[in-house]
């Protein structure tokens, strides 16, 4: 699990990958995935038009930070959208792109874009063929088994891609109308690597070390990308490779040290609002007898000297509980 592989010539440290997450794998997250031992990290879904018309959300999912390497997922429905916005990332330091053909949310597909796109492959086709030629960089593709249990296309789709010049294929082990219930199929993921010579990442449900060499096993595939199992734990990927995570005691100061970086990036009063889904993630795992109106203080404050505090305080207890329970 922890051995390098290659997208074309771009190589990654390890076979684990934190999942482009809309909302949830920001810079201050993959920062921290990526410290961690994460050996690769994707940005949040960009959406490709908006970014050549300069909107600010789009251009703060782009930054990578030195992270490397970079590797930038664009969302879109039109080839001349996707192959302006790749080459924009491109010239921003991007190293790989990555089209969203995957996305289940129902703001996505109702713009025809994520895994709208697996009902037209011809359009999908397209877009993937514009994008290829828009740069120099590896292209890969992220996409669901099908749209629905009875167009299980993904093997067609991905030979295709592959021939159009893309140099990597995730699959989530899931039909878009599946959207995240029952389990993730993984034996269906081995009909993409059987229609396939380049890399394949297979992704959905992986959770523990066990998981993960599963889910390589059923598919046949090269490497794991985790994503949900993350929330609350941002290191649990580089855990995955067989890097440490950081001791009970160290949780604490490094959700403060999250949260504080999140406050940096989108500045005060937007950070303490995107800061909440992480803060209720956290104290989940790592706090789930905090009392009610304690957690509740935490979710709503808007003084983020407060916030810092009561996490910290928070996620103390939990650990001095958890130590003392283990020493009887």
Not at 293 to 298: D, R, V
Request: glycine fraction near 8%; charge should be neutral.
């Amino acid at each position: 699990m922890d051995t390098p592989f290659s997208i074309g010539k771009v190589p990654v440290r390890n076979r684990l990958v934190l999942a482009p997450m809309s909302g949830v794998t920001d810079l201050p997250f993959r920062q921290l995935a990526f410290r961690f031992g994460a050996g690769l990290v994707v940005t949040e879904m960009v959406a490709s038009r908006e970014l050549v018309f300069n909107a600010a959300e789009s251009w703060s999912r782009l930054k990578g930070a030195g992270l490397t390497p970079h590797m930038v997922q664009l969302a879109g429905r039109e080839a001349k959208w996707l192959a302006e916005a790749a080459a924009i990332a491109e010239a921003n330091g991007a190293d790989i792109i990555d089209i969203n053909m995957g996305c289940p949310a129902k703001k996505v597909i109702g713009g025809y874009a994520g895994s709208a796109l697996m009902r037209e492959p011809d359009h999908a086709l397209s877009l993937i063929e514009a994008t290829v030629k828009a740069v120099k960089i590896p292209v890969t593709v992220k996409m669901r088994l099908g749209w629905d249990e009875k167009s299980m296309n993904a093997p067609d789709i991905a030979a295709r891609a592959e021939s159009a010049g893309v140099q990597l294929i995730t699959v989530h082990g899931r039909t878009r109308m599946q959207f995240y219930e029952g389990r993730a199929d993984w034996d269906a993921i081995a009909a993409v690597r059987d229609a396939i010579r380049i890399p394949l990442i297979a992704n959905g449900d992986v959770e523990t070390v066990e998981d993960a060499h599963d889910i390589l096993r059923r598919s046949g595939a090269d490497a794991v990308m985790v994503g949900r199992s993350c929330q609350g734990r941002p290191w649990h990927a580089g855990v995955l490779a067989g890097h440490a995570g950081p001791q009970t005691s160290e949780i604490p100061g490094l959700v403060v040290e999250h949260y504080r970086m999140m406050l940096e990036h989108y500045g005060p009063e937007v950070g303490v609002r995107h800061a909440r889904k992480h803060l209720g993630w956290y104290l989940d795992r790592h706090a789930p007898d905090i009392a009610g109106e304690a957690k509740a203080a935490i979710m709503t404050s808007k003084d983020a000297g407060f916030v810092a505090e009561a996490l910290e305080l928070a996620l103390s207890s939990s650990a001095d509980a958890s130590a003392r329970q283990e020493a009887a």
